[in-house]
């Protein structure tokens, strides 16, 4: 978000999943896309069966690479030097989009002056791809008609994430590719309503609709709302730096709702200790997950089947749910327990449904506007911004303008990751998810099928670095790092490159995030998950 918008002026996917499969051309880059998200990752593969060209970018040869017909293998953390590299080409044989670059953006020079010294040449030394291949790559991008960039998070979650995100926004302004359906920046949110959360001000500097705190205008709409007074305009902590405030006592109590941040959260070990360290620690869940355990306080919710409320999808669909089965015993709907807690601390906070809240949402946030309880129920939801009851929705973002006027290129020059290989830990470890388990698996590990189909941890390790290990298939090894190790069983397999090892965060048998770097970028603080230096052993 802090990458686009500063790009663009607004921070959520610019296109739809209905343009997927009218694209010409999908580069996608730091996405296991069959795997997260699985029913756009079909998408695709429809659209490149169509006749689409697929190009893929990524450390691991995930399953889409089967359907592309340009692999780029880049070492892990050298995104922004590839596509640098590109953009190097694109400038240097006029390719890109003469027109679009004079009429909506500024900046381009800077963006020229700074891509000129990451040749294809200096590239392949940094990241690994070869010089034609990526000659290859800017060619078939800037020259489709329609083209869409895919992320996730193999893109941001890393100690230079707002940088990767910048770049991917120059490489969309230089060849035009926004502001038309089938083209685009378009990152796919890792859960179903994070963009929801994020729209309705679940960030620490921001009211919904990204109205930010420390502007008095925005100050005094939401104090006359609200019938308050003295709203406070500093800008809060986020996850990592609450963490680090819990450890060292500035922060004494917590309230976690939804969320598992003993599995899920970097260097595992210290995020055990800060929770400890707090006063008071409140834990709103629907099942006692290894964080819940922790806490003085447990809040039962109800799950997603049994409220009624919107979410909002990583296309900035709104879209409504209805409840299917009541709350078990005495678990509620998250908006009451909220309320009864504000009101116990005392602010009376009251609301008759989810819909008397949507009302509210309606007349305090813009884009939301025209997003109606009635509207909803008569179709397949609507896209934000929707300003009024008469706006049709916004299928895709930026069409005559940017939301902030031009666009801004933000060049980024090329960091390393923070933590790379020694002769000690000789081996990046790189982090992510696999298709029948999600994120920390407080639900999906309770769910009889999935949990057969992925019952335990593993880790790829590439057949070469196997052998010289004596590491089989199915045998147990550990992971070590500065921070700890783990235990769990060699997947041997040619899907990752040698001296690169990949496992996920969803068993707390194997806690991965007791391994993995707690750096953070300095812009949005997002740990860096997808690299760090470890060190293999076999177990006899």
Sequence with gaps: MAGLAAAFGSGAMTNSIGEFEGADLFFVIGSNTTAQHPLIGARIINAVEGGATLIVADPREIPLVSYASLFLRQNIGTDVAVMNGMMNVIINEVLYDETFVATRTEGFEQLKETVAKYTPQVVEKISGIRAADLEEAARRYAGADKAMLVYAMGITQHATGTDNVKTCANLAMLTGHLGRAGTGVNPLRGQNNVQGACDMGGLPNVYSGYQRVNDDAVKDKFSKAWGVQGLDDQVGLTITDMMTAARTGDLKALYVMGENPILSDPDGSQVELALSNLEFLV?????????????????PAACYAEKEGTYTNTERRVQISHCAVKPPGEAKVDWEIICRVATAAGYSMNYDSSWEILKEINTVTPSYGGITKERLEKGDGLQWPCPNSDHPGTAFLHKDRFTKGLGTFLPCEFKPVAEPPDEEYDFMLTTGRIYCQFHTGTMTRRTNMLEREAPRPTFEINPEDAKRLGIRDAEMAEIQSRRGAIRLRAEVTSRVPKKVVFTTFHFHEAPVNILTNPVHDPV??????????VKIRRIA
């Design 524 to 533: 949005s603080k997002i740990p860096e998950f997808k690299g760090c230096a």
């Design 283 to 299: 834990v709103q869940d629907i099942f006692l997950s290894e964080t819940a355990a922790l806490a003085d306080v447990v809040l």
